[in-house]
């Protein structure tokens, strides 16, 4: 199995920031997307940000010009840096990966998640 533990919400007051981080781990795998995604109450899960292999970001409108994504491939690990922070932002935020797993002389795709982090915005 691949998986993804993130690390890094807290509580920030508006106007803050707070850098979210998430590593990969397991055996033979490569990661292909890494991603950020997160879920308000009563809300459904939306996209954050996404990155490629070769880092091309896709970010949603609500978050450009103030978070960025990035990746380490040697690490396996996603960052996410969230500045100027609102209360709307506050929600639990999840780390997604694909790419593909080699189980004995098999390689079979895999999409996984995260367990999240909370991140909460005081105004």
């Known amino acids: 199995q691949v998986q993804l533990v993130e690390s890094g919400g807290g509580l920030v007051q508006a106007g803050g920031s707070l850098r979210l981080s998430c590593a990969a781990s397991?055996?033979?795998?490569?990661?292909?997307?890494m991603g950020w995604y997160r879920q308000a109450p009563r809300k459904q899960r939306e996209l954050v940000a996404t990155i490629t292999s070769g880092g091309s970001a896709n970010y949603a409108d609500s978050v450009k010009g103030r978070f960025t994504i990035s990746r380490d491939n040697a690490k396996n690990t996603v960052y996410l840096q969230m500045n100027s922070l609102k209360s709307e932002d506050t929600a639990v935020y999840y780390c997604?990966?694909?790419?593909?797993?080699?189980?004995?002389?098999?390689?079979?795709?895999?999409?996984?998640w995260g367990q999240g982090t909370q991140v909460t915005v005081s105004s």
């Open positions: 997604n990966a694909d790419g593909v797993r080699r189980s004995g002389t098999v390689y079979r795709p895999y999409n996984n």
């Open positions: 397991g055996s033979s795998f490569s990661v292909n997307n």
